[in-house]
């Protein structure tokens, strides 16, 4: 079985004119995600959206973070060309760049046994990098490619990528 993660595919990164809105148009991996989603339910796999939903006293927000993707928030929901999947996969909040703290995500992947999990979403620079790498030293074998993420910093894609593979032992 194949496990798609879907990361912070979220107004408050995805839309413009929120505090941490990418400065990149994310319409690309937004079809690439959605094509993705439906091979993977084809298969029968899993699809799960890890997703900020934050508290005013969660640790990233004012330090280092201004505060993004509040609960509660239309920031923080699932951006429209998504939304539908979600209504088959699991969402799972979260309320650090972790996607495994207090996530539920360890016990789900313990009990499907993914032979590899796909890492898609945002930021490859931040969220992402944390993904691949708590993956990785969980023994999971990941894949991550340029078609499904998407940086917050536009000119570090191309040297992330190179990193999880390289690096993180990451397929690309």
Do not use: W
């Not at 993705?36 to 339910?41: A, C, D, M, V």
């Not at 900020?52 to 004012?62: C, F, G, Q, R």
């Not at 979260?94 to 046994?113: A, V, Y």
């Not at 590899?116 to 931040?126: A, K, P, Q, R, S």
């Amino acid at each position: 079985m194949k496990v798609l993660l879907v990361i912070d595919m979220l107004n408050g990164f995805c839309r413009k004119g929120y505090p941490l809105s990418l400065p990149d148009p994310t319409d690309r991996i937004e079809k690439y995600i959605a094509s993705r989603i439906e091979q993977t339910f084809s298969e029968r796999g899993k699809v799960i959206f890890l997703c900020d939903n934050h508290l005013p006293t969660d640790p990233e927000i004012n330090n280092p973070y201004p505060p993004h993707c509040m609960r509660g928030t239309k920031e923080a929901e699932i951006i429209d060309t998504l939304k539908p999947y979600s209504e088959k996969a699991i969402i799972l909040p979260k309320h650090t760049l972790s996607i495994f703290l207090n996530t539920g995500l360890d016990k789900l992947l313990k009990k499907f046994k993914p032979e590899e999990v796909e890492v898609t979403g945002v930021c490859t620079d931040i969220v992402d990098l944390f993904a691949v790498y708590e993956l990785r030293i969980r023994g999971y074998d990941v894949f991550i490619t340029d078609e499904g993420v998407l940086p917050l910093d536009s000119g570090r894609q191309s040297k992330e990528l190179e990193f999880f593979k390289l690096r993180l032992g990451a397929t690309t």
